[in-house]
């Protein structure tokens, strides 16, 4: 019941930081978005925040008493999301500090004027949305609930469409410099795509 309790608190204070930087593509980009950018930013907040809930929400109702706690040991499973979760959101700080300081918003409106090709962008071209997608994968693999891996595979789908929308102004913006840097560098899963 510990390992539970303890679970649900590292998945609810980790996604706190993470929405407040993550709240730049919803208070400055997606005014200044593509259309396709307008419908996919907001679709991509809410999968994501709903699966969050929803692990959340099963992580729960053993201790309100609604379910019955399973008789198996889910220690294991819960330590193993619980790392995944962790691994996530330090790339994420990573990716997002080699940006700029975490204290202030990345510009998001105007064009990028530096190829970030270092540190967690040598990994993979979009380690954000990596981070994004292995804190998704945390509480998926905690509860192991079919319907949190439904709901996982929707938020990864999300967010990697959006890796694709910004490539397109990373194209744009940088040309053949990023048509070198995507050649080398796998776009969000590192040695697969």
Known sequence: MITRVATLFVFSAGWIPVFRYRSEHLTTKLAAASAAEQRWIPITV????????????????????????????????????IAIYVAGLALWFWARRSLGP??????????????????????????LALGTILCALGPAVATGAPITWLTFAASAFCVAKRCLQDEDLLWTAFGTAYGAYAARTRRLLPFVW
């Not at 699966?51 to 499973?77: K, Y």
Request: hydrophobic share 50%; aromatic share 6%.
């Open 46 to 81: 809410v999968v994501v925040s709903f699966h969050v809930s929803l692990a959340q929400l099963l992580l729960t109702l053993p201790l309100l008493g609604l379910v019955p706690v399973p008789a198996v040991n889910e220690t294991p499973r819960f330590l193993l999301g």
């Open 102 to 127: 975490l204290d202030r918003f990345v510009d998001t409106v105007n064009p990028p004027t530096q190829l970030l090709v270092s540190g967690p962008f040598g990994i993979v071209r979009h380690p």
